[in-house]
Nanobody
Framework: QVQLVESGGGLVQTGGSLRLSCAAS????????MGWFRQAPGKEREFVSG????????YYADSVKGRSTISRDNVKNTVYLQMNSLKPEDTAVYYC?????????????????WGQGTQVTVSS
């Protein structure tokens, strides 16, 4: 059974930082493309960041580029998203996703598995 379990969300003030984690089980994590998406109330789910199996290739949405860093630990089967200089517009539920093999980072439809999400709220 595949499980992606996100953690690390919470309430933070503008300018603060959070580190999201996603622990994976039931998949071949070391060969999976991993991604982070977010969904704010009333909006569609949007891509945030992605990372290839080796960690050597990463990609960021323009909205978080320069403020966020994605990384992975293939021993711990965990992917991380460090978010700095948070803004109220970053408020959303953040989802971890996993894809078997090579896919286009930004397309939600390419991911095979999804976590249940963790809430990030940035107060102004």
């Amino acid at each position: 059974q595949v499980q992606l379990v996100e953690s690390g969300g919470g309430l933070v003030q503008t300018g603060g930082s959070l580190r999201l984690s996603c622990a994976a089980s039931g998949i071949t994590f070391s060969s999976s493309t991993m991604g982070w998406f977010r969904q704010a109330p009333g909006k569609e789910r949007e891509f945030v960041s992605g990372i290839r199996w080796s960690g050597g290739s990463t990609y960021y949405a323009d909205s978080v580029k320069g403020r966020s860093t994605i990384s992975r630990d293939n021993v711990k089967n965990t992917v991380y998203l460090q978010m700095n200089s948070l803004k109220p517009e970053d408020t959303a539920v953040y989802y971890c996703a996993a894809a078997r093999g090579f896919i286009a980072f930004m397309s939600p439809g390419g991911y095979n598995y999804w976590g249940q999400g963790t809430q990030v709220t940035v107060s102004s």
